[in-house]
């Protein structure tokens, strides 16, 4: 066996129902879940026609490169969507089988994890760079990749930003690949033009390669003030896409998840190895999803309608919150990340007893991140993802209120 899978780490939702193992909620109460970050709101019928409509493919092996219209369709989406110049859809763009596969593949495409970034050789593993708190996904694939995760501690006085400042020298020379999220999972925070500005002259300065996820970019709540993607920002800084991809995904903008259709698109070099990787690894997207892709990025009503039923919730429940939890609207994506410091629990304290006595699920935030630096970045927070309808949203938002209030009685 592969001694490297020894060093993964249980995901956080194996954590929570360890967490939850001795734990028999009120069965007056029925289940709301704010734990997982699944989309909930039905998938637009222009959606299902097309892959209905689509399952001839099914007689078809799919090309890992993807149908011409997929990648038109994604190029002309991406050049829209962030202000750019039209992409080469041949060259410039890769659909993928959900942006989570191809954030683990990307760092088996560009790491070396015995050279430096300089290509000599070095006795000391690659280092792979990650926001802390993080999606796990960027662990493993570091892992699995021979590589060594180097965590960045988000910093709530930033608005959750992380401090590369703080990363010393060396560290910096050793680093292969960057991850950002932006917005961020799980605070919403948006990276800003100077946030990337700085990571660019880093990458310039180092040669790591920066692969920025911005699967939540189409969950905001001010329909003109869209989050600034990374290649948006490549743009405004007059340079061009080296060393930098961006991996977007269906499944939250277009509520399939079940789909697993996204994209990467950027600096063409490293596309062309990812699809070498790719065309060994077996993960082309059925022919049917993509023909109904296309479909989707090229229709913007229904992610318009999207993001409203989000603002809805947001807008509800977040002021609930607020008069128990130090909570505040995130930037971007659905989730609310909340202290709950002041309630005198920890974060696994807080979501026990929160199931136990009211039957609602909440992600501990430590769950989510890694000590580092000295510090769990994630410590006293919890995560709500708010993917169910609003009436859903607000009964659970009612009882996280009362379970708080209960706690100073």
Avoid at 90 to 106: D, K, N, W, Y
């Amino acid at each position: 066996m592969n001694p490297l899978l020894d060093s993964l780490q249980p995901y956080p939702f194996e954590k929570l129902r360890v967490l939850f193992k001795d734990v028999t909620p009120p069965a007056g109460l029925a289940h709301i879940s704010f734990g997982i970050g699944e989309p909930k709101h039905p998938t637009p019928p222009l959606i299902r026609d097309a892959v209905v409509n689509s399952l001839g493919g099914l007689a078809a092996y799919p090309a890992t490169l993807g149908s011409a219209p997929l990648r038109e369709s994604i190029a002309k989406w991406v050049a829209q969507r962030y202000h750019l110049p039209p992409l080469d859809p041949l060259t410039q763009v890769l659909p993928v089988a959900g942006s989570r596969e191809a954030l683990f593949a990307l760092a088996q495409t560009v790491l070396n994890p015995r050279r430096d970034t300089d290509g000599n050789a070095d006795n000391e593993p690659a280092i792979v760079l990650c926001p802390n708190p993080f999606y796990q996904i960027y662990e493993g694939a570091a892992l699995l990749g021979g590589a060594q995760p180097y965590f960045v501690n988000s910093d709530p006085a930033r608005n959750f930003a992380c401090d590369y400042s703080a990363v010393p020298a060396d560290v910096w020379a050793r680093t292969q690949l960057l991850y950002v999220c932006s917005p961020g999972n799980p605070t919403g925070a948006v990276l800003t033009l100077d946030d990337w500005r700085e990571l660019f002259a880093l990458s310039d300065r180092y040669g790591f390669v920066i692969a920025s996820d911005e699967c939540y970019s189409e969950i905001y709540f001010d329909e003109s003030k869209p989050p600034l993607g990374g290649l948006e920002a490549a743009h405004k800084l007059g340079r061009g896409f080296e060393r930098l991809v961006m991996l977007s995904s269906l499944s939250k903008r277009s509520n399939v998840p079940g789909m697993r259709s996204g994209f990467v698109a950027g600096d063409a070099a490293i596309l062309k190895a990812f699809l070498l990787y790719r065309t060994y690894h077996g993960t082309a997207l059925s022919t049917v999803f993509q023909s109904a892709s296309v479909v989707a990025w090229s229709d913007e009503t229904h992610v318009r309608e999207n993001r409203a039923k989000y603002l809805r919730k947001f807008t509800t429940v977040t002021p609930m919150l607020a008069d128990v939890l130090d909570v505040r609207l995130p930037d971007a994506a659905f989730y609310l990340w909340a202290n709950v410091e002041r309630t005198g629990l920890t974060d696994t304290e807080f979501a026990q007893r929160l199931y136990a006595d009211y039957n609602v699920t909440v992600l501990p935030g430590s769950f989510l991140a890694r000590t580092a630096h000295g510090v769990n970045p994630g410590r006293n927070f919890v995560r709500l993802a708010l993917v169910a309808d609003v009436d859903e949203c607000t009964q659970g938002a009612q009882r996280i209120v009362e379970f708080c209030r209960s706690l100073g009685r």
